[in-house]
């Protein structure tokens, strides 16, 4: 029996282990060989662990995931042949699969090698590469491991880098590694071998071209992968089902003559399809169909039917929506359009290659149109407001227990025997207190640098750190722990101070900052990481200078005058008080960073509804507590109910209820009644469980899947390019409107501007919105290199993409930012960041409205 457990158990931990094991036995490295000037092998190597295998390019699409190689980026470069593939290669039946496969085994590196040709320049090529690996009894999921070579140039360090692996050095014998960069727009980009799973070898693509007088011709290429084949219009309904265009409105456009078809055209039989004549178009150039058209008063919609087949096997006929519109130039399908993931509409895309920077609103956002109402860019909050901040919660900070306590303690100390030194003495105390907080501002300034700060209030793992780190201030502001430095700190600390004089008295500021870290630590965190987060950049340092200001002043003043000492109220448990209502504010201020992951990331479950809930509940629950219902470790057994403690439970009541009526229907907005004091820290009432959306206008909602209502019930989109395009369909200018889910004054703007009747109006009826959110973490189709001068920086979400757009033409990466714009993209005034009041904003947009009727 005990033998038996103790198998038993020794199996229970193999299978635990094996479960909590990360397994990665398969190392990829990277480099290159020299054959000439121009010419370059590009060399990848597997080094696989004992028992593990790894699968060839070539092995066949019903087994495992072939090994295969996607250049994203070849910069001019061109690959020369096939790869080729060295290592101990074993083919044959796999009872894995149940299918015979092709594998190379561990004893020797598996190596492909792929030539590529060059223009003799500095090059890059990077792309990723797929695989697969399997032991004899169990295979782990295919892996992407990126890659990039540097080749060419007399001059250039020759290197080639993974981000998967630290290892450069090769087991085989590599020469020195060399470059590639940019696609090469003229030559087709290589194919890759698919992925087992759904196939998709054909991709259809849309295009209309102005021939002017009415006239058009709508075009239809379809980029088809090697060895795949598309029918022609006209090949016999005998074989294969032919491509055919079905109109399915044409909303008065008229067709002219027959559609004429470009590509690799082969006619002849078809063993597929008993050797009858068929007519197709090979995978190496793409296939193209354009019809001439004369334009109605609407879009020309439809679909598009196929067929596809390999050598050996064929696809099932397939459907593609198509629609050209006459009056924006565009032309898409519109089921994948409504993913606004997989097109960047309208943008100057080559390849991956993403160039934004549009000449016109560059120019005229340096020189814009209008000249009224200058309009003031600012930092939506100014280093004043900071300071100002931090100076309140320093003089918050006084009244905590671990500070209110040393004020006569430490003034008696500098003022025995010498009054006039104890002044001095304390004004320099003072000093060093601000001097301590404030290098600690610069601190976490120099670490973090101006594009950290700025990332943090979009990144959802920092925001979802920061709730946890407020959560922590809270619990231990409610007295379960104390959050404290080490003691030998403070010892060191109090014994210089102990040694007097200009050095003594700046180690007895330090001795103070440390010991009342317990107090003063989570208020320190609170205000960097808001200000921080925020994205500016000297704000840490400006907020510490405001709270170590507040906390000095005490020091200086009562070292002046000792007998104010006498008007100090006794310390007592009102000062734990304190400390618990704090905590319930962090907790409160906790659940706005929580917001903001969850709407950059679109989990959607922190809705307006949740949110406003627990601030009610935090609201109920400090009232309880100042009331005397709830006690927490460093109460006293029974709360004494002071005339203040009234005061303030009072106080915390109608807080509560007024939070609570923020679940009013708002019948004009077609929303709920936010409160004022959630305003850029609860999400938009918008943003909700319970409310059904708000109608949008179907027909425009079919065309710009971006179309939307925004705040208030405001029409708006959330494309640039669709918005243009509408703006020139209606002819009005566009409200352009850099905005973010984590900005805090976004929301002010529109909670307290955007629902004025006038500003509503205006939005609605003047002018096509355009709201931008450049943290939207929703993934493009691909990833892109955005053109930045002579820099390119990779795009890899919506957000990006819009933050790429702000920076390039607006050279500002800061939100919110409104800019009226014609439909001719020409900028009306200059931006504005954030401002209180409605009257200047409305000033602000009547002023765009003048400026863009003069330019007609």
């Not at 060059?118 to 004899?136: E, R």
């Not at 200086?556 to 304190?578: D, E, H, I, K, Y």
């Not at 920076?807 to 504005?832: G, T």
Request: some cysteine; aromatic content about 12%; charged content about 20%.
């Amino acid at each position: 029996m005990r033998s038996f457990l103790f198998t038993f158990i020794l199996q229970i931990l193999f299978v635990f282990s094996s479960f909590s094991q990360v397994l990665d036995p398969v190392d990829w490295s990277f480099g290159t060989e020299k054959v000439s000037d121009t010419e370059y092998v590009l060399v990848f190597t597997a080094n696989m662990e004992k028992t593990w295998t790894v699968y060839s390019q070539f092995t066949g699409d019903d087994g495992p995931v072939p090994t295969y190689i996607e250049y994203e980026e070849m910069g001019g470069a061109t690959l020369e042949g096939e790869s080729k593939e060295t290592g101990h290669k074993k083919e044959g039946f796999d009872k894995l699969f149940d299918t015979n496969v092709i594998k190379f085994l561990d004893d020797k590196p598996y190596v492909i090698r792929q030539n590529v040709k060059t223009d003799g320049g500095p090059t890059s090529i990077s792309g990723y590469l797929t695989f697969m690996t399997c032991d004899a009894a169990r295979c782990l999921p295919p892996k992407d491991v990126d890659f990039s070579f540097q080749l060419g140039g007399a001059s250039a360090n020759n290197e080639a880098k993974t981000s998967e692996s630290a290892k450069a050095a090769q087991s085989s014998n590599i020469s020195s590694i060399s470059g590639v960069s940019g696609v090469d727009q003229d030559s087709k980009p290589a194919k890759a071998k698919k992925k087992k799973g759904i196939l998709n070898p054909v991709s259809w693509d849309f295009k209309m071209d102005d021939l002017g007088d009415g006239m058009y011709n709508l075009i239809y290429t379809a980029a088809i992968d090697d060895e795949w084949t598309v029918y022609s219009q006209f090949t016999s309904d005998d074989g294969p089902v032919p491509t055919t265009i079905e109109y399915e409105e044409l909303s008065g456009a008229s067709l002219e003559g027959t559609s004429i078809e470009k590509g690799h055209k082969k006619e002849g039989p078809d063993a597929l399809f008993d050797n009858v004549n068929v007519i197709k178009f090979l995978g190496d150039e793409d296939f193209s169909i354009t019809q001439k058209v004369k334009a109605g008063d609407g879009p020309i919609k439809g679909y598009l039917t196929y067929m596809t087949c390999d050598k050996e096997r064929c696809l099932p006929p397939k459907d593609v929506d198509f629609m050209f519109d006459p009056k924006t130039g565009e032309a898409y399908d519109p089921t994948n359009r409504k993913n606004k993931n997989t097109a960047v509409a309208g943008a100057n895309i080559k390849g991956n290659i993403l160039d934004q920077n549009i000449s016109i609103i560059q120019e005229t956002h340096e020189k814009p149109l209008g000249s009224c109402g200058e309009a003031q860019v600012k930092k939506s909050e100014g280093l004043w407001g900071i300071f100002i901040g931090g100076f309140l919660g320093g003089l918050l900070a006084i009244l905590l227990p671990c500070i209110f306590p040393m004020i006569p303690i430490t003034v008696s100390f500098f003022t025995k025997g010498n009054n006039k030194k104890g002044w001095v003495n304390g004004l320099i105390y003072g000093l060093s207190i601000i001097v301590i907080f404030v290098g600690l501002g610069l601190a976490v300034t120099t670490l973090l640098g101006p594009e950290a700060l700025n990332k943090l209030s979009v990144s959802s793992i920092a925001n979802v750190l920061f709730f946890v780190i407020f959560v922590a201030f809270a619990i231990s502001f409610f007295g379960y722990f104390e959050i404290a430095l080490p003691s030998s700190w403070s010892t060191k600390t109090d014994a210089m101070a102990d040694k007097g004089g200009l050095l003594g008295t700046f180690f007895m500021a330090a001795t103070l900052a440390i010991v009342s870290f317990s107090c003063t630590g989570p208020l320190i965190g609170t205000a960097i990481v808001q200000v921080a987060s925020s994205g500016s950049y000297l704000g840490p340092a400006a907020v510490m200078l405001g709270f170590s200001t507040a906390l000095a002043i005490p020091f200086g003043l009562f070292a002046a005058f000792p007998s104010w000492l006498n008007s100090l109220p006794r310390s007592g448990s009102w000062m734990t008080s304190v400390k618990v209502v704090l905590g319930f504010l962090e907790l409160a201020l906790a659940l706005k960073f929580l917001s903001v992951a969850d709407m950059t990331s679109h989990w959607g479950w922190l809705r307006y509804e949740l949110f406003l809930g627990l601030w009610v509940l935090i609201g109920i629950a400090m009232s309880l507590y100042l009331l005397g219902f709830i006690r927490f470790p460093h109460d006293p057994p029974k709360a004494k109910m002071t005339p203040v403690r009234w005061i303030f439970a009072l106080l915390s009541i109608a807080v509560t209820i007024y939070l609570a009526l923020g679940f009013r229907y708002n019948e004009e907005v077609k929303s709920y009644h936010t409160p004022a004091i959630t305003s850029g820290l609860a999400p938009p009432a918008t943003y909700n469980f319970f409310l059904a959306g708000p109608d949008v206008n179907k027909d425009i909602k079919a065309r710009y899947p971006s179309f939307t209502k925004c705040a208030n019930n405001i029409d708006c989109f959330k494309d640039y390019y669709e918005g243009l395009a509408y703006a020139k369909e209606v002819n009005k200018p566009m409200f352009v409107d850099f905005t973010g889910y984590g900005c805090v004054n976004c929301r002010k703007t529109e909670e307290h501007i955007w629902v004025d009747p006038a500003v509503r109006k205006s939005l609605n009826d003047d002018y096509v919105l355009v709201s931008l959110y450049v943290d939207d973490k929703e993934k493009l189709d691909k990833t892109y290199l955005a053109i930045r001068g002579e820099d390119k920086e990779k795009v890899r979400t919506i957000g990006s993409k819009w933050a790429d757009f702000q920076i390039v033409n607006f050279k500002s990466n800061s939100q919110p930012l409104y800019i009226p714009m014609s439909n001719n993209q020409e900028v009306l005034l200059p931006p504005r960041a954030y401002e209180e009041g409605i009257e200047g904003y409305l000033e602000f947009m009547n002023c765009g409205l003048a400026a863009n009727k003069q330019l007609k």
